[in-house]
């Protein structure tokens, strides 16, 4: 039995906690007989597209009381339509005369359900383990070899040459424990989508730190396993939402996962540059940092961590 101080404590939390949402409901119903518009209406109307509208729609329909607007978080994408559909007639909304909250509603749905298809496929990729007898896994890790040292032959498939492209050993297949599939396939994207900048990142992570001004040698392709690592743990927990609802203009797909990662690696070069670590076992603080100044980025609302991938430049004026 709780002592009679925590138990006056969790009473007065509960009673905070039904005030509170008392409240809120009478002033979402105060709210809708002044403006004439339901909590969604508002939203759409109130925000841009993007985190701000999509986040808040996502927010309301999950509290919601009604299971009709719950369950829609958890439809397919080719049910959005149709879900908008059934959504309009429950808050009574003509569609003929609020033409446009239909197309908004609609666009910030099929990024929060896109979100939800997004990380079951990611998930699935890192829960692959990588498989040397596998035809195709083989053939993904030899065109990563190719793209990142195109002019020198690969003596065997376990060879020491390997660590050349910063991986541990002889066979890269040990290193891909931890993220499965998703390592190779972010490293892939990345020598193939850009190359220069991947060659230049290799490069620099090879040279000794008094030849160059980029801090001590690593490993190029440790770091793009433990940068697909943050990558992953940031749409896991939720806090690439931001992100992806700023850049996506509707699905977000392992597309856009790729391009962040991608981007993910640049930063943290540079920022790798910036704390200028006298060795490598320093690598676990400086990577720490660098995903405590991500995380804090993504708490603003019109975070966009690529901006040259950003909605505005994709011409979304009217969702």
Known sequence: MLPSGKR??????????????????????????VTGRCELQRICYNNKHGARRSLKIESSLKF????????????????????????MALKKINPDTNPQLGVSL??????????????????????????????????????????????????GRISKQWCEIGFQGSDPKTDFRGMGLLGLHNLLYFAEHDKATALQMLSDSLQPKHNLSCGCRYSFAIVGINMTE????????????THLYNVAPELPGLTHFQQTFCHLMQE??????EEDPSDIMEFN?????????????LQDPDAALCPHFSASDLRLVNL
């Open 64 to 87: 919601s009381k009604n299971e009709l607007l719950r369950s829609a978080l958890s439809v397919d994408s080719d049910r959005v339509e149709k879900t908008i559909d059934d959504i």
């Open 8 to 33: 006056l404590t969790s009473l007065s939390q509960f009673l905070v906690f039904v005030y509170c949402s008392l409240l809120w409901r009478g002033l979402k119903f105060i709210l809708r007989k």
């Open 285 to 297: 603080r400086v990577r720490a940092k660098f995903q405590r100044r991500i995380v804090r980025q």
């Open 106 to 155: 609609g666009a910030s749905l099929l990024q929060i359900v896109g979100y939800r298809a997004l990380l079951m496929q990611v998930e699935k990729l890192r829960r692959e383990a990588y498989d040397c007898e596998n035809q195709e896994h083989e053939e993904m890790l030899l065109k990563l070899w190719k793209e990142l040292r195109p002019d020198t032959p690969l003596s």
């Open 230 to 241: 943050l990558t992953y743990s940031l749409l896991l927990s939720g806090a690439l939402k």
């Open 268 to 273: 943290f070069q540079r920022f790798w540059v």
